[in-house]
């Protein structure tokens, strides 16, 4: 944001404020020098200042910062991330889906492989000169996919009703390559007669289906469907713990109640929070000081003006060291700093 001048400005005026230092603006009293900020500011500028910690100089000199490195310190590769991270579509809400659900990272980097069209299938070694038949020696389809592989082979097909049973996905077997993937992997459904969610039942298969092909392939080793449901249902259980408690279990447990709890005998408890309105930004921070009897003792309460809820939650931490300090010099020994959830 740019704060500008309060006022037409010379050019012998501009260089000296040109010149000018974060220390012009501090009193040797350690406080703004708020004559020369209401001197050179607009009103609607200072509500930043006011919400600016004076620098203090007894902790050293300035020095120059690099900010996309977390030490500050410049490196090649730092730069690299910064000027490429535009270009990650990081926010897509399709690799979320393939992130957020817990399972085996190798199955996690295997559907990232199988989303990006990058499994080695006879296709993509077709186009990349590997080989001169891209048709699938299993079954004699003229092409082997990754989809084809995962769906539409004549030896995969018949895995596929376990999962649509009593669901319906009229689609399923004509969706495209990543729409397919995203439709089960988003799909939280439970398989029926279990406790375990269909993405996850989904994302074992897939894993079992390109294992046990690789195999046959390779190996020449041969395993019916029955087993390779029943292989992956069992990882999907190791995949998924909850999966093992039973449905009756899941559906009457309550969940649990968070509530303040005093300190031991002897201790202090310090709780602080911080808000900021999304509408103004003006925001506020406060704290209080209790004991094992949750007595209050002591708290603080501070008007922010203009800030962010970063800066909102440093502001609290910074006023509740002060306050817990203050208890510390008593020789009290021990102190909880806690949040106020």
């Known amino acids: 944001m740019a704060l500008g001048c309060s006022s037409p400005t010379s050019p012998s005026r501009i260089d000296a404020i040109n010149d000018l230092k974060v220390s012009h603006f501090v009193l040797p009293s350690g406080s703004w020098n708020w004559v020369v900020l209401h001197r050179l500011l607009y009103?609607?500028?200072?509500?930043?200042?006011?919400?600016?910690?004076?620098?203090d100089f007894t902790t050293g000199l300035d020095r120059c910062i690099w900010e996309p490195d977390k030490h500050g310190e410049f490196s090649i590769k730092s730069t690299y991330t910064e000027l490429s991270k535009n270009t990650w579509d990081a926010k897509d809400r399709r690799w979320d889906l393939i992130w957020r659900f817990k399972i085996p990272e190798h199955i996690h980097y295997f559907i990232w492989i199988v989303m990006r069209d990058r499994l080695l299938t006879n296709e993509s070694g077709y186009h990349m000169n590997h080989t001169d038949d891209p048709s699938c020696h299993l079954c004699g389809a003229f092409t082997e996919s990754a989809l084809h592989i995962l769906r539409?082979?004549?030896?995969?097909?018949?895995?596929?009703?376990?999962?649509?049973?009593?669901?319906?996905?009229?689609?399923?077997?004509?969706?495209?390559?990543?729409?397919?993937?995203?439709?089960n992997i988003d799909n939280c459904q439970l398989l029926s007669g279990t406790a375990i969610p269909c993405n996850i039942f989904f994302s074992s298969l897939i894993w079992q289906i390109w294992k046990h092909r690789n195999s046959h392939i390779f190996a020449a080793t041969t395993v019916s469907n029955a087993d390779l449901l029943h292989v992956s249902r069992t990882w999907a259980l190791q995949f998924h713990p909850s999966s093992l408690i039973p449905v009756?279990?899941?559906?009457?447990?309550?969940?649990?109640?968070?509530?303040?709890?005093?300190?031991?005998?002897?201790?202090l408890t310090l709780n602080t929070d911080g808000s900021v309105n999304t509408i103004s930004s003006y925001g506020s921070a406060g704290g209080l000081i209790r004991d094992n009897d949750e007595s209050w003792l002591t708290g603080f309460n501070r008007h922010l003006d203009i800030t962010t809820p970063l800066q909102a939650e440093l502001w609290v931490i910074h006023e509740g060291l002060l306050l817990a300090c203050s208890y510390l010099l008593r020789d009290i020994p021990l102190l909880i700093v806690g949040s106020i959830s």
């Open 43 to 55: 009103p609607h500028a200072l509500n930043h200042f006011l919400n600016l910690l004076v620098p």
């Open 152 to 183: 539409d082979c004549a030896l995969t097909t018949p895995l596929w009703p376990s999962l649509l049973q009593h669901q319906h996905f009229p689609d399923f077997h004509i969706l495209g390559l990543v729409d397919w993937i995203l439709l």
């Open 248 to 267: 009756s279990i899941l559906i009457l447990s309550q969940p649990s109640i968070l509530r303040w709890c005093p300190a031991p005998n002897g201790w």
